[in-house]
Nanobody, 119 residues
Framework: QLQLVESGGGLVQPGGSLRLSCAAS????????VGWFRQAPGKEREGVSC????????NYANSVKGRFTISRDNAKNTVYLQMNSLQPEDTAVYYC????????????WGQGTQVTVSS
């Protein structure tokens, strides 16, 4: 059973940066596509970014393009989300999720990590 654990969330001022990590155990993460999702209070969960197997293909929500970067380190069985130029509207619980095939409907989810952007 693939297990995912997120870390790296916290409180940051507008314009600041955070790097989220999604560490996997149970199976090699390079067998899976991995996505980052977020859910703000009172809002639906939205997809933020996705990285395909092998790390060669990525995509981003329009709201984070140019500010967030997804990457994977297969040796560490970890996927990262580098978040720069953070804004208050980025405040949410961030989840990583993995699936053998599709980012849109992943089978495996982490527990989430809170990101709060506030002055």
């Amino acid at each position: 059973q693939l297990q995912l654990v997120e870390s790296g969330g916290g409180l940051v001022q507008p314009g600041g940066s955070l790097r989220l990590s999604c560490a996997a155990s149970g199976f090699p993460l390079n067998y899976y596509v991995v996505g980052w999702f977020r859910q703000a209070p009172g809002k639906e969960r939205e997809g933020v970014s996705c990285i395909k197997k092998g790390g060669g293909s990525t995509n981003y929500a329009n709201s984070v393009k140019g500010r967030f970067t997804i990457s994977r380190d297969n040796a560490k069985n970890t996927v990262y989300l580098q978040m720069n130029s953070l804004q208050p509207e980025d405040t949410a619980v961030y989840y990583c999720a993995a699936d053998p095939y599709y980012c849109s409907d992943p089978d495996y989810w982490g527990q989430g990590t809170q990101v709060t952007v506030s002055s």
